[in-house]
């Protein structure tokens, strides 16, 4: 008996045209950008320009692969004559669809580009099926659902919208309000998140103050204060089984302010696993070494989210983030016995440098015997960012370039 019938699209984070790139390689069905000024992430390495749309969307082209582009901000008057501003360039731009949560921006895109899905963004919050009915009825194909649903949620909006396609996150931050719906970074820093400004105050460090007085006894981490706003990261990784059998349509993992190690890594996991669960089926059991993957990327505390009950959504100890792992450099060629990198973090001879592949069971372990500085041709015992090395490579089996290249922090 076949227990899943259609293999959900693994959907990753590309803040920037490198992570596109990783995305493809590591094993991404499709790729979602933001773009400047009109989504939930600001800064250089979550907005795409028009130069890294245009390049991000003929990649994808390339790969067969789909491109999404979000414009999912809660928009101002000044926000959509933007937009209206704008739409010669959104008339060059063929997505497969446009991400959006605010009805403004989304009249203004049926208008002008009909012949473009749209997806409605998480930011819209929809928690039950009658609002996926509404928004059919509206003409959006696809549903992002908010986060804070059960299993049991979803499944009843499964089956009462069998028609409608599906979304859910399945890795990556979480906010301590739903969907990243909150006011506190407005109060705070004067940064608005519903603009993609979010200052993440919940993460800082709080004291409970009654009457001038700290009534620490009150907080359950008294001593120091406590971080009792402070979620825990998603990651569904131990429910893929549970999450296929409910016919979700698309896993989307969270991140465009990531790194490229964090991308390359993240979809691997979740690639093999999606593509195990489906070629198993009921027979399926799940693979801990694979899932422990992902404590060697940088991240807080892990839970599954609103998922399952019981979960612990908060961590209110700390809000520091976990590094077993950093990315060291990236495979920029190997032929002729010689492994080139361009280096990205400070790497020396005798350490232990260590090269993922797509396929999760293929990484490659290697202590640097010595390395020759690509520009001077001088052997050197260290590199840092910005320089390319050249390190023996005595295996001889072709190693492709993009991959990424780790280092254990614990062995530094």
């Known amino acids: 008996m076949i227990l899943f019938m259609k293999k959900p699209e693994l959907l990753a984070p590309a803040g920037t045209y490198e992570n596109a790139t990783t995305a493809f390689l590591y094993g991404a069905d499709a790729i979602y ?17 028009f130069e890294c749309i245009k390049k991000s969307l003929k990649l994808a082209r390339e790969k067969h692969k789909k491109y999404y582009l979000a414009l999912n901000i809660f928009a101002r008057n000044d926000d959509i004559d933007r937009v209206k501003m704008e739409l010669s360039f959104l008339d060059t731009i063929n997505a497969d669809a446009f991400i959006i949560s605010d009805p403004g921006i989304m009249t203004i895109i049926k208008d002008r580009r009909p012949d473009v899905p749209i997806h409605l963004s998480t930011q819209a919050n929809t928690l039950n099926y009658e609002s996926v009915r509404f928004w059919k009825k509206l003409g959006i194909s696809r549903i992002i659902l ?8 979803i499944n ?45 105050v919940c993460r800082w460090k709080f004291d409970l103050i009654k009457d001038g007085q700290s009534h620490e006894m009150e907080l359950e981490d008294a001593e120091g204060g406590t971080y009792i706003l402070n979620s825990t990261d998603l990651c569904m990784a131990p429910y893929i089984k549970d999450l ?3 016919g979700i349509e698309s896993f989307k993992v969270e991140g465009r302010n990531k790194t490229s190690y964090y991308v390359a890594n993240v979809i691997r996991v979740y690639r093999h696993l999606i593509d195990e669960a489906y070629r198993l089926g009921e027979g399926y059991q799940l693979d801990q070494e694979t899932v422990a993957e992902l404590n060697k990327v940088s991240h807080r505390r892990y839970s599954a989210g609103f998922f399952k009950e019981g979960e612990t959504l ?28 361009q280096v990205r973090d400070k ?21 640097i015997p010595q ?11 260290s590199a840092h960012n910005g320089y390319e090395v050249s390190i023996p490579w005595l295996d001889g089996t072709p190693i492709p370039a993009g991959l990424m290249v780790r280092m254990a922090i614990s062995e530094k």
């Not at 908010?146 to 949620?153: G, I, S, T």
């Not at 069998?162 to 990556?172: A, D, K, R, S, T």
């Not at 077993?324 to 990198?341: F, I, N, R």
């Open 33 to 49: 950008q933001g773009w400047e000024g009109f989504s939930l992430r600001t800064g250089k390495k979550a907005e795409a320009n």
């Open 146 to 153: 908010a986060r804070e649903l059960h299993h049991d949620e």
């Open 314 to 341: 908060f961590n209110v100890k700390d809000s520091k983030y976990l590094r077993e792992y950093k990315m060291v450099a990236v495979v920029k060629s190997c032929d002729a016995g010689v492994l080139v990198l």
């Open 156 to 200: 009843r909006i499964r089956v009462e919208n069998p028609e409608v396609e599906l979304e859910v996150f399945i890795h990556g931050a979480m906010c301590m309000a739903y969907a990243g719906r909150c006011n506190m970074s407005q109060h705070y820093a004067g940064r608005e998140a519903n603009a993609g400004d979010c200052a993440h």
């Open 244 to 246: 296929m059998a409910l």
């Open 347 to 367: 790497i020396e001879t005798g350490e232990a440098i260590e090269i993922i592949y797509p396929e999760i069971k293929r990484d490659v372990k290697i202590i």
């Open 371 to 381: 390395m020759t500085n690509e520009k001077t041709m001088e052997k050197i015992v």
